[in-house]
């Protein structure tokens, strides 16, 4: 009933908005003092575990329960992969005008009087900007030292300490396919 009923009430606006953390905590709390109360309804009951550990996957010794802030990230994520492939879309194009109107929505920021919605976006595209990297192509658009472009590497970075990194050159300046490396 947890799964399927209490979790999904607020997936509509979760869908929309990113709720304070302390609201997603609240709920959780209750979830998981609901799950462990006693059912002679007098006593809340002993918790034998917290949240987090219920929220780990059946194969790694928890119930299958679903963290309210990533389940809250996940919508608003969806919304980046739509700018990214509808760029034609009535939405991807107004939110381009009021937010990133010269920047990439990967590099857009907050910025002054943003919207609930606009800042639910951001707080999501910062978690999905870690797992984010390039495919070569060209190169004309990957910066050498802040894009994640390389294969092999952890962060998929250049780790060149003794370069100025605040330089905006590009993979295709260096990069010539008539010389063999």
Partial sequence: MIRNVAQAIPSYC??????????????ERMLNGYWW????????GLRWLSWGKMCKSKQK??????SLYGFNLAPLGKHIWQFLNNLGSLVARVFKARY?????IIEAQVGRDASFIWKGICEA????????KWVLGDGQSINIF?????????????????????????????????IKQ
């Fill in 14 to 27: 979760m869908s929309c908005f990113l709720i304070p953390k302390s609201l997603s905590r609240e709920i």
């Fill in 37 to 44: 109360k006693n059912n002679s309804g007098t006593s809340k």
């Fill in 61 to 66: 010794g928890g119930l299958g329960f679903k």
């Fill in 100 to 104: 990133y109107p010269d920047d990439h």
């Fill in 125 to 132: 595209k910062e978690v999905l900007a870690k797992g984010f």
């Fill in 146 to 178: 802040s894009d994640q472009w390389l294969r092999g590497k952890a962060d998929y970075r250049v780790e060149n300490h003794h370069v100025n990194s605040s330089r905006n050159d590009k993979v295709k300046e260096y990069f010539r396919p008539d």
